[in-house]
T-cell receptor, first 111, second 117 residues
Framework: ELKVEQNPLFLSMQEGKNYTIYCNYS?????LYWYRQDPGKSLESLFV?????AVKQEGRLMASLDTKARLSTLHITAAVHDLSATYFC???????????FGTGTRLQVFP | GAVVSQHPSWVICKSGTSVKIECRSL??????MFWYRQFPKQSLMLMAT?????????EQGVEKDKFLINHASLTLSTLTVTSAHPEDSSFYIC?????????????FGSGTRLTVV
């Protein structure tokens, strides 16, 4: 059974600081997704990572994938308040293309 | 980009009644859609996979007679919560899968907040 874990579950950080969110998964997968969710809203797609060593960057967010370690990271650079949200990673099951979500990381950026 | 429309955005219903939630892919055909539920401050839990023209596949522990899924066309899937009870109150989100250039992309609806009183 595919399990996806994120840490930390909650992250409170000061504006301007850097931090990394980790996403571990338990079985082989060929794709990993990162999403953002604002309170009471649906999911916004951030990144799709498809191969070992893939790195993608958008603004202050950078995501990477290590398929051998079954680990993805979402790095936040010089955080700003607008980044406050919950971030989910999701892993695609190779057997049936379902997406299994991680536990989520609630990020709060304060001045 | 791909757009998935989900209605209603929120609904309040009385215990024992049924509620239907619609999920439409607006600018692409989705042979496969997924239904998730999300409790406050928790992750998304996959409930079922909806396949056009065939029966839905439910995840373990999800009652198929309570959560009826119909995927009658390539652009519409519906989730009906039958005989709703307060414990069914949750945020329900649909997702439509689209294959673009050999890669699967998943577009999510705006979600439906169901409150059963």
């Amino acid at each position: 059974e595919l399990k996806v874990e994120q840490n930390p579950l909650f992250l409170s950080m000061q504006e301007g600081k850097n931090y990394t969110i980790y996403c571990n998964y338990s079985t082989t997968s060929d794709r990993l997704y990162w999403y953002r969710q604002d309170p009471g809203k649906s999911l916004e797609s951030l990144f799709v990572l498809l191969s070992n060593g893939a790195v993608k960057q958008e603004g202050r967010l950078m995501a990477s994938l290590d398929t051998k370690a079954r680990l993805s990271t979402l790095h936040i650079t010089a955080a700003v308040h607008d980044l406050s949200a919950t971030y989910f990673c999701a892993v695609g099951k190779m057997s049936d293309d379902k997406l299994i979500f991680g536990t989520g990381t609630r990020l709060q950026v304060f001045p | 980009g791909a757009v998935v429309s989900q209605h209603p955005s929120w609904v309040i219903c009385k215990s024992g009644t049924s509620v239907k939630i619609e999920c439409r892919s607006l600018d692409f055909q989705a042979t496969t859609m997924f239904w998730y539920r999300q409790f406050p401050k928790q992750s998304l839990m996959l409930m079922a996979t909806s396949n056009e023209g065939s029966k839905a596949t439910y995840e373990q522990g999800v009652e198929k007679d309570k959560f009826l899924i119909n995927h009658a066309s390539l652009t519409l899937s519906t989730l009906t919560v039958t005989s709703a009870h307060p414990e069914d109150s949750s945020f329900y989100i649909c997702s439509a899968r689209e294959r673009i250039g050999g890669i699967y992309g998943y577009t999510f609806g705006s979600g439906t907040r169901l409150t059963v009183v």
